[in-house]
């Protein structure tokens, strides 16, 4: 027994021996993380593909971004388009914009950018089959003609207010070798004009691009490499940024803000996000349920308790949306309008008007996991409803199933969606006109103000109309007016010059690395 | 024995044929993917596009002779969201998965056997307690829950090892060692009952009447007889770990085949579904293959014809 013993022990010693070699040779950091002026960025997920015009998840943007550059793009610090690729765009009728392309720019392979490489680009964007994602901005185009090697006109098929948001859509591709590898091969290994070439792509775990040495603008500085690394724990990227791993954080959780807020070197930027947050309540014909009697549909925007929601669940970072879904920066934004307060009796008042005293059931659906406490803001709305006597039957739903029913016209009667479209009214309206796939109202005097608003060009005569469309939206309450969402990124003090923008793209254009 | 292997072999075909059929069905299910692919204010004529492209317009049952057709010459068809071959985004994470398969099992065995043996040798004493106790948790501790304490602790707090990613070995360490930590107890716990039916038997008591060493005894007359349902615990827990494991792989983002699985059907991305499932299932026929033929070369008793 006494042996036995003995060669357990010398065996267990063994192993502990092994295991303390393990921990200590594995303290190295790889060779990549060390190397001096890289910057590392930790996003949710790797980029499916690196063509921008390829997705519009934010991922893909940001990182193909750097490689491969747009017309315009809006600067986040100003809010304003400005010239990427085109130095110069006039509005030479109101169909035409005339571009004037920057000159003695060349893509990292050696072709120019010129007249050509622009027009087939438009001629890949304004096809479906290639960028379905992008259809629904191309939808406005008509032709694109090169006028000479440095100037092409975009015609478009009506009057087209926000063309120069579109043309910040519009990535320029070098078209022999676009040619040579395809729309998936370009996806994969991009030639852009951007401030950073492709070096090595490891799928989901590091996508590595060095510094492009003769890009035409000032570009970064501090900076000869950038590592994406897709990291999609939220803990695992708060660690692994308040470690030092990362000099770049996106999507970073409320529960982490004053974590990283009390580290020396680091920080939390908040953003206002272009998400707006609503409860979706269906008027239309079809759609059997009391939110087809307008006071009821305003009892329920009296009903939510706003500010209680963004205070608890948000730490008081969202924001109000005063009565209408336009954003305080945006075009049309009426001041006169205010969030319905929050006032139960108003609520009960209003439903006993409509006739139900005792108020009713009615089917919630939410989806669970598509958006930051997407179930904790719906259970307690849920719980502020029942308050006023609207008895909710919670439905969560997986997040493609809940935009497959947003889609289809089946999340109604009442639902929890946050959307987040482009940077125009327009993109935000007509989400609502009547023709719409997942517009919950019919309304013809809304749909002939969006309508209108569309295609006026006069930018003065084009805000009174989103204002009085805000009103009649207001009044009609298709929806529960809620919040607008903050995007939070954790950034390193050694770094300057990334500004994130409201649709979680950010730029690196201009970044800076100090030592 | 070839014979043996010959007639597995060809059983195989149906179960994978079977495995085939049945994760097209669920897929489709599973509803439709260009809600997910396109932004939700893509036009329809963008969304018929790229049904179109990806053959979603066509009647399941031509989606499935197509399917059918490419799969039986290994073409899974192209991804939805990559655009590369299927088959070729499994086989590229499959190294990665392997490895941390590899080292978790290392690790596994490394303590499993060991505390396992000396529990049952020692039995009832402060050392059985303990170790039954240690193996209780790591059956109990679910691994998301693991894993982020190990980061807090070992990446955070003490800074020893990076917080998650590949290629290199401090890498490694965190996502093997949260995966072994569960593997170990259910090791140890087979190891130690099976040592303790084995230690009772005639031959152990014959062994040492004739006065063979206790050790020797132990770690070779009775573990290799305990050993084969050990084998087949290891066997199956093998089969799981190259089928990527999800939850360590998402939370060390590691770059295998579990992570791409579980983002490919929050996606829908069904040519990558249906891949990795092929692979999965090719991997576990194969790994109780070997089992059942490792348990002739451990039992000369067994022996198949």
């Known amino acids: 027994m006494q042996r036995t013993r003995r060669s357990l022990l010398a065996a267990v010693a063994l192993l502990m021996a092994s295991g303390v070699t393990l921990g200590s040779s594995g303290i190295t950091s790889p060779a990549w993380a060390q190397a001096g002026k890289t910057l590392t960025i930790a996003q949710g997920f790797d980029p499916q593909t690196l063509w921008p015009n390829g997705t519009t998840a934010s991922d893909n943007l940001n990182a193909g971004g750097a490689i491969v550059e747009s017309l315009l793009w809006t600067n986040p610090v100003t809010g304003k388009p400005e010239g990427m690729l085109a130095e110069k765009w006039e509005q030479i009728s109101p169909t035409a914009i005339k571009l004037t392309l920057r000159r003695n720019v060349k893509f990292s392979n050696g072709e120019p950018l010129n007249a050509d490489a622009v027009v087939q680009s438009f001629k890949v964007f304004m096809d479906p089959k290639q960028a379905p994602a992008y259809a629904n901005y191309a939808a406005a185009l008509d032709r694109v003609e090169k006028l000479d090697d440095m100037t092409v006109t975009v015609h478009t098929k009506h009057p087209y207010p926000p063309f120069e948001l579109m043309l910040t859509q519009v990535y320029v591709i070098p078209p022999a070798y676009w040619a040579s590898v395809g729309l998936d091969g370009y996806g994969q290994k991009p030639i852009g004009t951007g401030p950073f070439k492709l070096l090595e792509w490891v799928k989901d775990n590091r996508l590595v691009m060095e510094r492009n040495p003769d890009y035409w603008g000032k570009g970064p500085t501090g900076v000869d490499r950038v590592i994406w690394r897709p990291v999609p724990d939220d803990t695992a990227r708060v660690a692994g940024f308040v470690t030092g791993e990362y000099d770049f954080a996106t999507n970073i959780p409320i529960s982490a803000i004053d974590e990283i807020n009390n580290q020396p070197d680091r920080k939390v930027v908040e953003i206002p996000s272009y998400r707006i947050f609503q409860l979706v309540q269906s008027s239309l014909e079809e759609h059997d349920s009391p939110l087809k009697n307008k006071r009821v549909r305003q009892a329920l925007n009296f009903a939510v308790d706003k500010k209680a929601i963004i205070d608890s669940l948000f730490a008081g970072r969202a924001f109000a949306l005063n009565g209408q879904l336009l954003r305080k920066e945006q075009l049309g934004y009426d001041p006169s309008l205010h969030d319905y307060p929050y006032d139960p009796a108003k609520a009960k008042a209003l439903l006993s008007e409509a006739g139900y005293p005792n108020g009713f059931e009615i089917v919630f659906k939410f989806p669970s996991g598509r958006y930051a406490q997407d179930r904790e803001v719906s259970e307690a709305i849920a719980g502020m409803l029942a308050k006023v006597g609207v008895r909710t039957k919670m439905t969560s739903l997986e997040p493609g199933e809940f935009l497959r029913q947003l889609r289809a016209r089946e999340l109604w009667p009442l639902a929890y969606l946050g959307l987040a479209p482009l940077d125009d009214p327009d993109f935000q309206l007509a989400q609502y006109r009547s023709t719409w796939r997942y517009s919950y109202i019919r309304n013809a005097e809304l749909d002939a103000l969006i309508d209108a608003g569309a295609q006026e060009i006069d930018r003065e005569k084009r805000a009174a109309i989103y204002r009085k469309a805000a009103q009649l939206m207001h009044e009609e309450a298709p929806v529960v007016f809620l919040f607008g969402g903050y995007d939070f990124y954790g950034v390193s003090n050694k770094l300057d010059g990334i500004v994130p923008r409201g649709d979680q793209r950010f730029f690196l254009q201009n970044v800076t690395l100090k030592p | ?305």
């Not at chain 2, 809600?35 to 049904?51: G, I, V």
């Not at chain 2, 066997?235 to 770059?255: A, D, K, N």
Request: one cysteine or more; a positive charge.
């Open chain 2, 1 to 305: 024995m070839g014979t043996y292997v010959t007639r597995r072999l060809i059983l195989t075909l149906p179960v994978l044929a079977g495995i085939l059929v049945i994760t097209f069905l669920l897929t489709r299910l599973s509803g439709d993917p260009t809600d997910l692919m396109l932004p939700p204010n893509a036009t329809d004529e963008a969304r018929a596009a790229f049904r179109m492209v990806n053959g979603l317009d066509q009647p399941l049952w031509t989606q499935f002779i197509r399917f059918a057709g490419n799969a039986l010459v290994g073409d899974f068809g192209a991804s939805l969201r990559f655009g590369q071959s299927a088959m070729s985004l499994v086989l590229e994470r499959l190294p990665a998965t392997a490895e941390l398969a590899a080292a978790t099992m290392a690790l596994a065995l490394l303590f499993g056997i060991p505390a396992g043996v000396m529990a049952a040798v020692w039995r009832g004493t402060a050392t059985d307690v303990s170790i039954r106790l240690v193996t209780l948790l790591g059956q109990a501790v679910p691994s998301f829950f693991l894993g982020v304490v190990g980061i807090i602790v070992f990446a955070v707090w003490l800074r020893w090892l990076p917080t998650g990613g590949r290629g290199s070995f401090g890498q490694l360490i965190l996502p093997a060692a949260t995966l072994a930590f569960n593997l170990v107890a259910l090791i140890a716990r087979v190891t130690r009952s099976c040592m303790l039916d084995v230690l009772k038997q005639d031959y152990v008591r014959t062994a040492r009447a004739k006065g063979v060493w206790e050790s020797k005894i132990i770690w070779f007359h009775a573990l290799r007889n305990a050993f084969i349902p050990v084998l087949t615990v290891i066997g199956l827990q093998v089969g799981l770990l190259l089928g990527g494991v999800v939850v360590t792989e998402t939370i060390f983002s590691w770059p295998g085949v579990g992570r791409l699985a579980i983002q490919a059907i929050y996606a829908r991305d069904f040519p990558v579904v249906q891949a990795v499932v092929f692979v999965f299932a090719t991997i576990f026929v194969a790994v109780n293959l070997i089992v059942d033929l490792l348990y002739a070369i451990l039992d000369p008793r067994i022996s198949y014809r």
